[in-house]
């Protein structure tokens, strides 16, 4: 079973340009998550997806941030314009529907903001 | 929102000997579940051990185990004979059963294993 698919990988930008991250879920997969990790801190959720639907974005700086899931499969996140305090590692998970069932996680995209 | 408390920073332990990582949380639901995560250094994070709140009993997975204590909102992990692969972030994560199955993290405890 292929996992979770994530790029790019790593990512440098400068502060006010724009960058976008995508992530492909585990097949049949309905939740998707996009968390953002800063070094030394635990995952903090940015958006969750149920389908195609919007569960919880309540944390996504939405001046700057958005985020899509297009046909309840690949997501995009996009930052515009970027500022220096969103370096991070920006990590995608997904998730069967139940509670039981646990997140895998993707490698992650580390973001560099200079 | 749920909160999710891991109040060690950071632990060490000597290989081969056990070490127990702490956790608490506080909810009002009576329907969730709870996982350690493992994070390696700049590698993926991974399931480590899940729990079930109405199940009683600890789960176990090899050398990981857990200690339920429901009343007390906490979930501590212990991992026996350490080997120096243990070394990682952890993280323990609480999903709500009933409410968007939104997952909550802790901040994480740095685990170093001694040689």
């Known amino acids: 079973e292929a996992g979770v698919a994530q790029s790019p990988r790593y990512k440098i930008i400068e502060k006010r340009q724009s960058v976008a991250f995508w992530c492909n879920p585990i097949?049949?997969?309905?939740?998707l998550y996009w968390y953002q990790q800063i070094l030394g801190q635990g995952p903090k959720l940015l958006i969750q997806?149920?389908?195609?639907?919007?569960?919880?974005d309540s944390q996504l700086p939405k001046d700057r941030f958005s985020a899509e899931r297009l046909k309840g499969v690949d997501s995009t996140l996009k930052i515009q314009p970027a500022k220096l305090e969103d370096s991070a590692v920006y990590l995608c998970?997904?998730?069967?529907?139940?509670?039981?069932?646990?997140?895998?996680f993707g490698p992650g995209t580390r973001l560099t903001v200079t | 929102a749920q909160t999710v408390t891991q109040s060690q920073p950071e632990m060490s332990v000597q290989e081969a000997e056990t070490v127990t990582l702490s956790c608490t949380y506080d909810?009002?639901?009576?329907?969730?579940?709870l996982f350690w995560y493992k994070q390696p250094p700049s590698r993926q994070m991974i399931l480590v051990i899940r729990?079930?709140?109405?199940?009683?009993q600890n789960a176990t997975e090899n050398r990981f185990s857990v200690n339920f204590q429901k009343a007390a909102k906490s979930f501590s992990l212990k991992i026996s004979d350490s080997q120096l692969g243990d070394a990682a972030m952890y993280f323990c994560?609480?999903?709500?059963?009933?409410?968007?199955?939104?997952?909550?993290f802790g901040t994480g405890t740095s685990l170093t294993v001694i040689p």
């Open positions: 998970a997904s998730s069967l529907l139940g509670g039981t069932y646990e997140q895998y």
């Open positions: 997806f149920q389908n195609n639907g919007v569960v919880d």
């Open positions: 909810t009002s639901e009576s329907d969730y579940y």
């Open positions: 994560a609480y999903r709500s059963g009933d409410t968007g199955n939104q997952f909550y």
């Open positions: 097949s049949g997969h309905a939740t």
């Open positions: 729990q079930e709140a109405y199940k009683q």
